[in-house]
């Protein structure tokens, strides 16, 4: 998807507490002003000062607070079509562009159509969850009027582009570097270390572990049960193991299936095409780079270190 350009990013608040949010944003492709009182026709033929002369003697409203208002409404009526809007709706970042093609509606609150659709992706169609923006960017939505200037304008745009920072970058390459020679040392694990490792992975997590590791039935190595959400799993390791046992093990699980929420098979040496098997079913593969990841997101880097060197 060619890159998003704006002159300007606005944030809005679409109605008191987002009363307008689902209607705008998933049936009617609009941006939503409140506004009621504010006469329609000051606004469309730009008498801006009657707007804010209904403020300040209408209303009674200083004049700080009065420009204000007026400046909102003015925003909503004639910002063009290169003015990038967004709003949080959710749990997500809304963005899209809009004509300023302005409507009443019956109950005088005021709509403008929005170009295409409001989108809650970057241009590579990752959704733009709140749990992956800035907090400087999220705190916009706590503006308390409903039109704003975005302050972070860069990072929403970039964000939205799906480009990363230089200092990102930096962090995911090593990230990655560190994953690859962490590779390297789990694969000089003895079996016995290494299946030490896989529980201890789990047991960061939150999984605990029920009878002794290697202790079990022929079918795992591991039994997990989560106390948050009751969940029971089974985990079979592998010190080595090919494409033929692993679907072997598959059918070994399939009958305890209503006794067990998930299946994990983690193999520390992959044979033949198990290496690059891409598994799609229930049973969760995990080869030795994957164990990686995790190893690194379970803070056990140190761990390995000392039992490899």
């Excluded at 709003?87 to 159509?113: G, H, M, V």
């Excluded at 999220?138 to 409903?146: I, S």
């Excluded at 059918?251 to 033949?272: G, I, L, Q």
């Amino acid at each position: 998807m060619t890159k998003i350009k704006a002159n300007k990013v606005l944030f809005i608040k679409l109605g008191q507490g987002g009363e307008f949010e689902k209607e705008c944003i998933e049936q009617n492709q609009t941006l939503r002003l409140d506004y009621r009182g504010i006469d329609h026709k000051f606004c469309i033929n730009g008498q801006w000062e009657k707007v804010r002369d209904y403020y300040v003697n209408d209303r009674n409203i200083d004049t700080g607070a009065a420009q204000r208002h007026t400046n909102q409404i003015q925003q909503f009526y004639e910002e063009d079509e290169n003015t990038l809007w967004i709003t949080f709706y959710a749990n997500k970042l809304w963005w899209c562009f809009s004509r300023p093609e302005i409507t009443q509606l019956s109950d005088k609150t005021k709509t403008r159509p929005v170009i295409d659709k409001w989108s809650d992706k970057d241009i590579n169609e990752n959704v733009l969850l709140s749990g992956n923006i800035s907090g400087s960017l999220l705190k916009t939505q706590g503006f308390r009027g409903t039109i704003c200037r975005v302050g972070e304008e860069k990072y929403a745009l970039a964000k939205i582009n799906n480009e990363q920072p230089k200092e990102v970058v930096e962090v995911e390459n090593a990230f990655s570097e560190l994953k690859s020679k962490l590779t390297t040392l789990i694969k000089k694990l003895q079996p016995k270390d290494f299946e030490t490792l896989v529980d201890l992975i789990f047991r960061q997590a939150g999984w605990q572990r029920v009878g002794d590791i290697g202790k079990t039935q022929k079918t795992l190595d591991l039994e997990l049960f989560a106390p948050v959400t009751g969940e029971k799993a089974i985990v079979q390791i592998k010190a080595e193991s090919d494409l033929k046992e692993f679907l072997e093990y598959e059918d070994e699980f399939v009958p305890m299936k209503n006794d067990y929420d998930k299946f994990f098979y983690v193999v520390h040496t992959p044979k033949d095409k198990l290496a690059t098997y891409k598994n799609e079913t229930e049973t969760k593969l995990y080869l030795v780079d994957k164990v990686a990841e995790l190893t690194i997101s379970a803070g056990l880097v140190e761990w390995v270190i000392k039992k490899t060197s």
